[in-house]
C-alpha cells in the first residue's frame, strides 16, 4: 500500500476514526441485546490487548500506547 499525492490525511484520519466510533457504538448495542455470558468483559479486554499488540507489532517505531475512550460533552443529545 502507498499513499497517492492529493490525498487528504487529516480528512482520511478523521473519517476513519468516525467510523470505528460507528462501529464501536454498534458492538456496544449488539452487546447490550445478547446474554451476558456470550461475550464477558474480559473477552471484550482481552481482544483490545490482541488488537494493540498486532499494532504494536506493525507500527513499532509509533511506541502505541492505549488511551480511554472521550466521552460526548453532556449537551450532546443520545441517539436512537
Known amino acids: 500500500m502507498s499513499i497517492e499525492q492529493g490525498v487528504n490525511l487529516p480528512e ?3 473519517n476513519t476514526e468516525w467510523r470505528v466510533a460507528v462501529l464501536e457504538r454498534i458492538i456496544d448495542r449488539i452487546l ?3 446474554p451476558a455470558a456470550a461475550v464477558s468483559a474480559k473477552d471484550l479486554e482481552d481482544l483490545r490487548r490482541d488488537a494493540l ?13 492505549r ?4 466521552p ?3 449537551d450532546v443529545p443520545p441517539v436512537g
Not at 499488540?53 to 500506547?65: G, I, N, S, T, W
Not at 488511551?67 to 472521550?70: A, E, L
Open 12 to 14: 482520511a484520519i478523521v
Open 32 to 34: 447490550a441485546a445478547v
Open 53 to 65: 499488540a498486532e499494532l504494536k507489532l506493525k507500527y513499532p517505531e509509533a511506541e502505541l500506547h
Open 67 to 70: 488511551t480511554k475512550r472521550i
Open 72 to 74: 460526548l460533552p453532556d
